[in-house]
C-alpha cells in the first residue's frame, strides 16, 4: 500500500481501482460499478480511466487505471473523516509523483550538478521500474485504451466481462450482435459499441483484407448490462 501511485509507460501518474478499494475499504466490485457508471454518464470521463486486468490465484479480473482527474472524480462522493484521510493520502501522492517529473527537467548549473543529476537521474529509474514492474502490462494496455479512445480487441472485453473469447463470440452470435464473420452488425457499429478496422495482409502474391473488431468503452458498459440481463 505504499505506492498508491506510480507511472505508466508513458510517464503518467496513475492509481488503480483496486488500490481505492483497498485503501477506502470497499468491496472492488462496487468501486468497478461506479467507475462504469461515470463513463456511461459521461463522455469526457472515458479519458481518464482504462478497462484492464489484474491476476489472483491463477485468474484474471477487471481493474480500472485511472489518472488523477479520474481518482478525484471516482472518489468525490466519499464521505467521512476516514475517507478524507484517504483522498489526501492519494493527492499527497499523486503530488509527490508530479514534483518529482517536474525536478528531472531542472538543469544543472555547473557539470558536477549535471554528473549528480544523471546519478540521480540512474537510481531513480531503477526505483520507478521496481516500483511499476507488477503494473507495466496495465500501464502499457491503460495508455494503449487511451490512445485508442476506450477499444478493447474481443479477447480483452472477454476478460474484462468474465468470459471466454470463444463464448463470448459465440454469444454475440447467438443473440444477433456479430454477423457469422464475427463482425457487428452496422446498428451496433453506428450506436458506437463497436469499431471495425481493416488492414491489408500479403498472402504470397495476394492481398487480403484483415478486418478486426474492437469494443469501444461506451460498447463494454452496454455489453456488461447487456449480458448481466440474458
Known sequence: MNDLVVLSERGNPIT???????KFEKEHKNVLQIIQNLVAENSAARSYFGLTTY???????????????????????????????FKIDFIEAFNKMESRLKNQFTLPQTFAEAL???????KQIEIQQSQINSLAPKAEIFDKIHDAGNCLTMNQA???????????????????????????????ISAGYFIVRVRPINLGEKSVNYTQTFLTGKGLTWLSKHLSHE
Open 116 to 122: 549528480q543529476l544523471a546519478a540521480d537521474q540512474a
Open 55 to 85: 491476476v489472483n490465484r491463477g485468474k484474471d479480473y477487471p481493474m480500472f487505471l485511472m489518472t488523477r482527474d479520474g481518482f478525484s472524480l471516482l472518489v468525490m462522493g466519499f464521505t467521512g473523516q476516514q475517507a478524507l484521510k
Open 16 to 22: 488503480n481501482s483496486l488500490l481505492v478499494a483497498e
Open 158 to 188: 472477454a476478460k474484462s466481462l468474465g468470459w471466454g473469447r470463444n463464448n463470448l463470440m459465440q454469444k454475440l452470435r447467438a443473440i444477433h450482435v456479430l454477423m457469422a464473420n464475427n463482425n457487428p452488425y452496422q446498428a451496433y
